[in-house]
């Protein structure tokens, strides 16, 4: 089992659905949860961090995050064309500095 | 603040040549880390610095590679000799891990140095 598991993908949504991306965690003891965003020929690029259970809400993007069920979404609201791109789930466990990455969840916003 | 610096952007070499990639960290961010990412393997951690020091180089593939950190503005990663499969783009992140009693452990990512060897 890989630490951090996310849905393969791809993922595709027309224009102004919500986009759910999916992410599950095996160690208990995992205190930070991130969302980075990948273009392609881009570097990952931090957009959601959540640190405790419940919902966290910035513009379209919403992070939900249940460690007793070691489970992190993040959810695109009124998703658009420019949301393409591949989505990182990372978890760091307890007193880590590094963090665990899943393989990703590539998202396509169809016009 | 300009973001991690990484430098040079693209690095054509040929088999057995000597690669050293360089990278500038977020000033005050005291973690700096090192990837690798291939379509085939995903994004890999390579090597971890804290305060300067390596903490964790189980990613390193071989001995061919090497990571340094002098001070805490500047890290390299050098292969030695480069072979055809070390192609891939190579990330540098930092981050800091606490302020103010809080964890935040945030990577901030380099623009990526495209590697081929030839």
């Known amino acids: 089992q890989k630490e951090v598991e996310q849905n393969s993908g791809p993922l595709s949504v027309p224009e102004g659905a919500i986009a759910s991306l999916n992410c599950t965690y095996s160690?208990?003891?995992?205190?930070?949860f991130f969302w980075y965003r990948q273009y392609s020929g881009k570097s990952p690029e931090l957009i959601m961090s959540i640190y405790s259970n419940g919902d966290k809400e910035d513009g379209r993007f919403t992070a939900q995050l249940n460690k007793a069920s070691q489970y992190v979404s993040l959810l695109i609201r009124d998703s658009q064309p420019s949301d393409s791109a591949t989505y990182l789930c990372?978890?760091?466990?307890?007193?880590?500095?590094?963090?665990?990455f899943g393989d990703g969840t590539t998202l396509t916003v169809k016009p | 603040d300009a973001g991690v610096i990484q430098s040079p952007r693209h690095e054509v070499t040929e088999m057995g040549q000597e690669v050293t990639l360089r990278c500038k960290p977020i000033?005050?961010?005291?973690?700096l880390f090192w990837y690798r990412q291939t379509m085939m393997r995903g994004l890999e951690l390579l090597i971890y610095f804290n305060n300067n020091v390596p903490i964790d180089d189980s990613g390193m593939p071989e001995d061919r590679f090497s990571a340094k950190m002098p001070n805490a503005s500047f890290s390299t990663l050098k292969i030695q000799p480069s072979e055809p499969r070390d192609s891939a783009v190579y990330f540098c992140?930092?981050?800091?891990?606490?302020?103010?009693?809080?964890?935040?452990?945030?990577?901030?990512f380099g623009p990526g140095t495209r590697l081929t060897v030839l």
């Open positions: 990372a978890v760091n466990a307890t007193n880590a500095g590094k963090s665990t």
């Open positions: 992140a930092s981050s800091f891990q606490q302020h103010l009693g809080r964890r935040y452990n945030e990577q901030f």
């Open positions: 000033s005050g961010h005291d973690y």
């Open positions: 160690d208990r003891g995992s205190q930070s």
